[in-house]
């Protein structure tokens, strides 16, 4: 299957009703500041209907993005709806199971001087501080649910703004 | 945006990637591929280095690929491309799973073999103990603090009207 670039305007787009990805309220806001300095560069990847497969976090920031009306998208028609659901959940989890070499990050860190990385929730001089590098470690393991984690963003069926439930 | 198909020997890594790519990982990366397809496609820079996807294009290779696709971010400056690359893993591994909704979703998987790709078909810990009150059953009231709306939702963060 070629894979090709589709525009769709952003309101086409609907998530997928039990997606177990979390995005935190935090989160959509480093994604919104990712896209206003580098670029929209991630394609959506929808399934039928334009059901979102992987992206959400995306479709969550531009519609809170008032000058982004339409958004690159890869149609994966061909999976089984099993298949979706499957890799929906595989794409998720391969990024996550893997951390840095700290030594390169660290490297990186101290070339980047016009953005901020620490908004992005890297922590500078994280080889100094040892409660840090086990904090990262850690997260290579299972990752225990967090309360704060539990701050779900939903869209308002009104208006289309992005909410926060309590 | 546009996605080209390069042959990959027309790309190569980044020297300095801090993103750590385990054998076991592209061993799950090749099974993904080979059982959903070469779905997304790898961000390079001008100079052929790849900016996102050196787990997919080392998994690429070792699949005897000769052709990936791929996305130029040929307008971002040198320091953007390195900023963007770390950015772009950091925000993907900075929320995890709703283990309630995972365990739903797992258990209607049959055909596919999801502990190879490292998830746990049985949760090891109780959700609950996360909750002060157990009220993930619950119907939720929202206001919109945009245009004043109210709605419901479940916890699961479906709309109900």
């Known amino acids: 299957m070629e894979l090709k670039i589709e525009y769709l305007s952003k309101e086409e787009l609907r998530p997928y009703a039990n997606n177990a990805k979390i995005h935190t309220g935090e989160q959509v806001e480093q994604i919104k ?27 969550l920031a531009v519609m809170e993005m008032d000058d982004i009306k339409e958004v690159p998208i890869i149609r994966l028609d061909e999976l089984t709806d099993e298949q979706r659901r499957a890799y929906m959940l595989v ?10 070499n700290f ?4 490297e990186e860190l101290e070339t980047i001087f016009s953005v901020d990385m620490v908004k992005y929730g890297f922590i500078k001089d994280a ?35 992005l909410v926060e439930v309590a | 945006m546009k996605i080209k198909y390069v042959k990959v020997s027309e790309i190569k890594t980044y020297p300095q990637n801090a993103k750590i790519h385990t054998g076991e990982q592209i061993e ?3 099974k993904s591929i080979k059982e959903y397809g070469f779905n997304d496609p790898i961000a390079i820079w001008r100079n052929g280095e790849i900016i996102e996807g050196h787990g997919r294009y080392i998994a690429a290779v070792e699949l005897g690929y000769e052709e990936v696709p791929v996305i130029e971010l ?10 963007y690359s770390l950015v772009h893993n950091q925000l993907t591994t900075s929320t995890g799973f709703d283990t309630d909704v995972l365990a739903e979703e797992l258990a209607e998987i049959n055909q596919y073999d999801m502990e190879y790709f490292g998830f746990q078909l049985q949760n090891d810990f109780d959700t609950s103990e996360f909750y002060e009150n157990d009220d993930r059953n619950d119907i939720i009231e929202v206001v919109c603090e945009n245009c004043g709306h109210k709605f419901h939702v479940d916890r699961k963060g479906n709309v109900i009207e």
């Open chain 2, 74 to 83: 040929t307008e971002l400056t040198d320091e953007e491309r390195r900023a």
């Open chain 1, 103 to 106: 030594t390169i990050l660290q």
């Open chain 1, 33 to 59: 500041k990712s896209i206003e300095e580098f670029g929209f560069n991630d394609p959506i990847a929808v399934w039928h209907d334009n059901e979102v497969i992987e992206g959400h976090g995306r479709l």
């Open chain 2, 28 to 30: 799950q990366i090749k």
């Open chain 1, 127 to 161: 080889l100094d501080d040892i409660e840090d590098i086990d904090n990262i470690l850690s997260d290579n393991e299972i990752q225990k649910p967090e309360k704060q984690d539990k701050k779900m963003m939903v869209l308002c069926p009104c208006c289309g703004k």
């Open chain 1, 91 to 100: 794409h998720n989890k391969l990024t996550m199971n893997t951390g840095y």
